[in-house]
């Protein structure tokens, strides 16, 4: 029997599947995708420290036979400085979603990748508030409906890679599920870079944001979407900033060095 | 056989009929016990060993056996 399931299983805790995500949902590919880039890397497992906050995200690391935190609303950075400052020899690895990352816990976003604390980041796009309805998040297209915008969102979207980059931070990415081996790729250098690693891995949301702005609940036809709205950076270079518009860019935005966040000398000498 | 399904776990999200080539996989009136139409594997014969539903199965649901 133990022959004919995934090998990957052995990272999941005892009896957490099948996961709450709903059918079809980019959360599970991205669980498995990390499991895939943690055991290409042969990383030991103890020595991670996942986090989540609140969202359909954050729930991954329940699933991840690691220690992890999991608790209030878009404070997810505010611990990570604190268990890495306390224990720097342990890799914090931080699932979050939009809303939860750049709405709500907008402010330490900003101050973690300031300082460049040494963590990954993969932030799950999925263009709304999913566990509380479909809200409107900072993420969402310009025009498109959700719950709380009937009549088309008339507020501009963030980009949170742009805004990573122009804050000081030393890795960012962005893909798609519907491109795993890239994805894989883009999360086993985030793991092996030091300083602030951001990856935002856009999904998708087929029981909220597809039923609300898309008019469908069909998984494909939303991947078929993200699909066609995304533009490799490459290719990118050559088009205007109109016929960009309401497009993604996939791509490595910056890949540098800087010198890490690693708090102030007091503690360092209380340490000795 | 060597594509293993697992029965309890999967949730019918058609990931895995969408992404194959080769048309390996079909859903037909196989229900598990939570009620969601699952794929079932129809032309094994036809399986490259891509791996490609593997990687995308969102439940880790899936596992080809090389």
Same mark, same amino acid.
């Not at chain 1, 022959?3 to 995500?21: A, T, V």
């Not at chain 1, 000081?168 to 985030?190: H, L």
């Given at each position: 029997?133990?022959?004919?399931?995934?090998?990957?299983?052995?990272?999941?805790?005892?009896? *957490?599947?099948?996961? /709450?995500?709903?059918? %079809?949902?980019?959360?599970?590919?991205?669980?498995?995708? @990390? &499991?895939? =880039?943690?055991?290409?890397?042969?990383?030991?497992?103890?020595?991670?420290?996942?986090?989540?906050?609140?969202?359909?995200?954050?729930?991954?690391?329940?699933?991840?036979?690691?220690?992890?935190?999991?608790?209030?609303?878009?404070?997810?950075?505010?611990?990570?400085?604190?268990?890495?400052?306390?224990?720097?020899?342990? *890799?914090?690895?931080? /699932?979050?979603?939009? %809303?939860?990352?750049?709405?709500?816990?907008?402010?330490? @976003? &900003?101050? =973690?990748?300031?300082?460049?604390?040494?963590?990954?980041?993969?932030?799950?796009?999925?263009?709304?508030?999913?566990?509380?309805?479909?809200?409107?998040?900072?993420?969402?297209?310009?025009?498109?409906?959700?719950?709380?915008?009937?009549?088309?969102?008339?507020?501009?979207?963030?980009?949170?890679?742009?805004?990573?980059?122009?804050?000081?931070?030393?890795?960012?990415?962005?893909?798609?599920?519907?491109?795993?081996?890239?994805?894989?790729?883009?999360?086993?250098?985030?793991?092996?870079?030091?300083?602030?690693?951001?990856?935002?891995?856009?999904?998708?949301?087929?029981?909220?944001?597809?039923?609300?702005?898309?008019?469908?609940?069909?998984?494909?036809?939303?991947?078929?979407?993200?699909?066609?709205?995304?533009?490799?950076?490459?290719?990118?270079?050559?088009?205007?900033?109109?016929?960009?518009?309401?497009?993604?860019?996939?791509?490595?935005?910056?890949?540098?060095?800087?010198?890490?966040?690693?708090?102030?000398?007091?503690?360092?000498?209380?340490?000795? | 056989?060597?594509?293993?399904?697992?029965?309890?776990?999967?949730?019918?999200?058609?990931?895995?009929?969408?992404?194959?080539?080769?048309?390996?996989?079909?859903?037909?009136?196989?229900?598990?016990?939570?009620?969601?139409?699952?794929?079932?594997?129809?032309?094994?014969?036809?399986?490259?060993?891509?791996?490609?539903?593997?990687?995308?199965?969102?439940?880790?649901?899936?596992?080809?056996?090389?």
């Amino acid at each position: 029997m133990k022959e004919k399931i995934n090998p990957l299983r052995k990272y999941i805790r005892n009896g *957490k599947l099948p996961h /709450f995500f709903c059918p %079809g949902c980019g959360c599970g590919q991205i669980l498995s995708y @990390f &499991l895939r =880039a943690v055991d290409n890397l042969q990383l030991d497992f103890k020595k991670i420290v996942t986090i989540g906050g609140v969202g359909c995200t954050a729930r991954i690391p329940i699933y991840l036979n690691t220690d992890s935190l999991h608790g209030v609303h878009g404070r997810t950075l505010a611990w990570a400085t604190g268990i890495k400052l306390y224990r720097p020899d342990l *890799k914090v690895v931080i /699932f979050a979603g939009d %809303g939860d990352l750049v709405s709500i816990g907008g402010n330490h @976003f &900003l101050h =973690a990748t300031r300082r460049n604390l040494d963590v990954t980041v993969i932030m799950v796009n999925n263009f709304n508030f999913a566990m509380t309805g479909g809200q409107v998040a900072p993420t969402t297209l310009f025009n498109s409906v959700t719950m709380t915008t009937p009549y088309g969102s008339k507020e501009n979207t963030l980009d949170v890679c742009k805004l990573a980059v122009c804050a000081g931070a030393t890795y960012v990415s962005r893909w798609s599920t519907a491109k795993p081996i890239q994805t894989i790729k883009a999360i086993k250098k985030a793991l092996q870079h030091k300083g602030f690693s951001l990856i935002e891995i856009l999904s998708q949301c087929p029981t909220n944001f597809g039923r609300y702005a898309l008019k469908t609940s069909d998984t494909e036809e939303v991947l078929k979407w993200i699909e066609n709205k995304s533009i490799l950076k490459t290719k990118a270079k050559k088009l205007s900033e109109q016929e960009l518009k309401d497009r993604f860019v996939l791509g490595e935005f910056i890949h540098k060095k800087r010198p890490v966040f690693q708090g102030t000398t007091f503690l360092k000498e209380e340490d000795n | 056989m060597f594509i293993h399904i697992d029965d309890k776990i999967c949730k019918g999200c058609k990931l895995c009929v969408r992404i194959c080539p080769n048309n390996v996989f079909q859903m037909k009136n196989k229900v598990n016990d939570k009620g969601f139409v699952i794929p079932e594997v129809v032309n094994e014969n036809r399986c490259t060993k891509c791996k490609l539903c593997e990687l995308t199965c969102p439940d880790l649901a899936i596992f080809v056996k090389k």
